[in-house]
């Protein structure tokens, strides 16, 4: 499990597909970060997407 805190929105999405890519299974994003309800909601959809896709 990776935990991520001080990110700013624009860089949970690439740090989460880079962290995924690397086989890191879990990300904590912490509640401390700007719009953290959206930005987890952001990167679960594209986990769905991406499933979608394979």
Do not use: Y
Not at 26 to 46: A, M
């Amino acid at each position: 499990m990776a935990v991520k805190r001080g990110a700013s929105p624009n860089q949970i999405v690439p740090i989460a597909q880079a962290l995924k890519d690397r086989g890191v299974r879990s990300l904590e994003i912490t509640v401390e970060t700007p719009k953290v309800c959206q930005l987890i909601q952001k990167v679960e959809f594209l986990e769905v997407v991406q499933k979608f896709q394979n």
